[in-house]
């Protein structure tokens, strides 16, 4: 665990709420050598000017699309990682002059950053690039949770509202796209099954947690209502074991925490740290019996795990995925005493690592045919299966369906 970064703080749009990580605080006008802007971006993307994980962060210094917008970035490039590192750093200034170092609030101060002055390019600005003129699309968002034969798919859609897309496997047959009403402004979301229900949860744009929960018995959502205490969060992940709702929250500083909700008390218990995990990009967790299989990516790529015991209220304490290097999303899924380890790589191609923990051996990631132009992914069991949905480059949500008494994959079909 030592060599997991402690800190990635993306640089956000000043509209942003200061629990953030996007908070930017006004301060003087000033400039920086680029070997400072190196420091910061070794800090934030490892140094990584072309990185986008798909996060809604982008480039060496993690710009988020509007503030990169905001201080002219377009006259360079569609999306930062799109341009180049002098061009990144010179909106980078702008961006400094105007906030003032506090807009990188970890790596900043790790790097040395301060009002020096110095100017990094004396020289005159770099004349533009053209801007692509069909820019790659926005990752979209998706989950899903199984019940019965039927996955209840979601995903947001460009404009920030959560839809849900119905596919009865046993009829074969999907209800198409609908709005999930009052889902709106929304980054990521998250789901699980509880009997004949679906608990959903869903970060705002100002990285507040929200639930509601959709029963197909009554056919009726609960309404939205907050996760108390929930702030300055940029992904969930859950898991439910019997009544209670494992809640999983990484904060804008890397950082992961647990919150855990008893349905049938009305209750929760209030965020809790999970020790050790620092420097983490996305998670997944899985339930297995009354214990909770937690996988982190950190910022280098690298996936880890951690098992929560909570019959013993014990963690195992972070292990290494093997060959789990060079991922930018992960998904998993349970069946029977295996995971289910869904990675892709930062060329969007998608492989499959299977855990059994009953013989404590993980098989070594394969390849998942034909799993490319993968943006983000997600998993939910069937059997002794998985359906597997992703959003991808092509703009669209796409599944694919895996039968490992079979050992086959159906091909893959659009959502």
Known sequence: MSAWKKSAVAVAATAALACSAAALSAGPASAATVAT?????????????????????????????????????QQYAAYPNQATEQQQILIAEKVLASQGPGAWPVCGPKAGLTNDGINPYPTPTPTPTPTPTTPPPPSLPVAAAQIGSVEHAFKINTSGQIQINDGDFSASTWTGWNNIAGGTNIKQIAAVPDLNSAH?????????????????????????????????????????????????????????HIDNGDFVAGSWSGWNDIAGATGIQQIAAVPDGNSVHLFALDTNGNVHGDNGDFSAGAWSGWYDIAGGTGVKQIAAAQTGSTVRLFAADSNGNLHLDSGDYSAGTWSGFSDVPGGSGVQQVTAVPSGNGVHVTISATDGNVHGVNGDFTAGQWSGWYNI
């Open 200 to 256: 959903l949860f869903a970060v705002d744009n100002n990285g507040n947690v929200h639930i509601d929960t959709g029963n197909w018995d009554s056919h009726a959502w609960s309404g939205w209502s907050d996760v108390p205490g929930a702030s300055g969060i940029k992904q969930v992940t859950a898991a439910q074991i019997g009544g209670t709702v494992h809640l999983f929250g990484l904060d804008a500083n890397g950082n992961v």
């Open 37 to 73: 802007w190196e420091k910061v971006a070794n800090c934030e993307s490892s140094g990584n000017w072309s990185i986008n994980t798909g996060n809604g962060y982008y480039g060496g210094l993690q710009f988020s699309l509007s503030t990169w917008q905001s201080f002219g970035g």
